[in-house]
Antibody
Framework: EVQLVESGGGLVQPGRSLRLSCAAS????????MHWVRQAPGKGLEWVSG????????GYADSVKGRFTISRDNAKNSLYLQMNSLRAEDTALYYCAKVIGGLLGAFDYWGQGTLVTVSS | EIVLTQSPGTLSLSPGERATLSCRAS???????LAWYQQKPGQAPRLLIY???SRATGIPDRFSGSGSGTDFTLTISRLEPEDFAVYYCQQYGSSLFTFGGGTKVEIK
């Protein structure tokens, strides 16, 4: 059974940093691209960042480019999101998601999310 | 960046009725790399359709997707009580993945 479990969220002050993790199981992690998607309270889905199976291809939404860094450790079956210079508008539930296949693919499995609240 | 516009914002229908949801892209979506997701309150999104028209594993055949280029449609042939939710389209044909703003299907 595919499982994605996010962790690392919490309350953080504006300008500070936070690192999210996503532990994957139930599939061959290093065969698949992975992504982060966020959802602000009461709002829609926003794609944040994605990374190919071998970290050779990485992309970011304009809203987080230069502040967030995605990475993965295939030996640990884990995906990460380093978030720096956090802003109030980064407050959201952050999901990690697995791609169905290929570099460009829909997201067939999602975690339950970890909540990040940026506030003083 | 490809902008996806979903309409209507809210669809009020009764169980058994047909639902037709629209997703329009600001530019052509490469290779019909368009997906539809369903999200219920307090839950993560669930993949329904990928490649514009392929149903994901375990998705009932009352859900169907169609379209190409810039105009895409999700159709639910006969609404079941569990289908009342928010639906999002997503394009994944460019390096910047984007989602539409969502359509809420509510009980009339």
């Amino acid at each position: 059974e595919v499982q994605l479990v996010e962790s690392g969220g919490g309350l953080v002050q504006p300008g500070r940093s936070l690192r999210l993790s996503c532990a994957a199981s139930g599939f061959t992690f290093d065969d698949y691209a992975m992504h982060w998607v966020r959802q602000a309270p009461g709002k829609g889905l926003e794609w944040v960042s994605g990374i190919s199976w071998n970290s050779g291809s990485i992309g970011y939404a304009d809203s987080v480019k230069g502040r967030f860094t995605i990475s993965r450790d295939n030996a640990k079956n884990s995906l990460y999101l380093q978030m720096n210079s956090l802003r109030a508008e980064d407050t959201a539930l952050y999901y990690c998601a697995k791609v169905i296949g290929g570099l460009l693919g829909a997201f067939d499995y999602w975690g339950q999310g970890t909540l990040v609240t940026v506030s003083s | 960046e490809i902008v996806l516009t979903q309409s209507p914002g809210t669809l009020s229908l009764s169980p058994g009725e047909r639902a037709t949801l629209s997703c329009r892209a600001s530019q052509s979506v490469s290779s019909s790399y368009l997906a539809w997701y369903q999200q219920k309150p307090g839950q993560a999104p669930r993949l329904l359709i990928y490649g514009a028209s392929s149903r994901a594993t375990g998705i009932p055949d009352r859900f169907s997707g169609s379209g190409s280029g810039t105009d895409f449609t999700l159709t639910i042939s006969r609404l079941e009580p569990e289908d009342f939710a928010v639906y999002y389209c997503q394009q994944y044909g460019s390096s910047l993945f984007t989602f539409g703003g969502g359509t809420k299907v509510e009980i009339k």
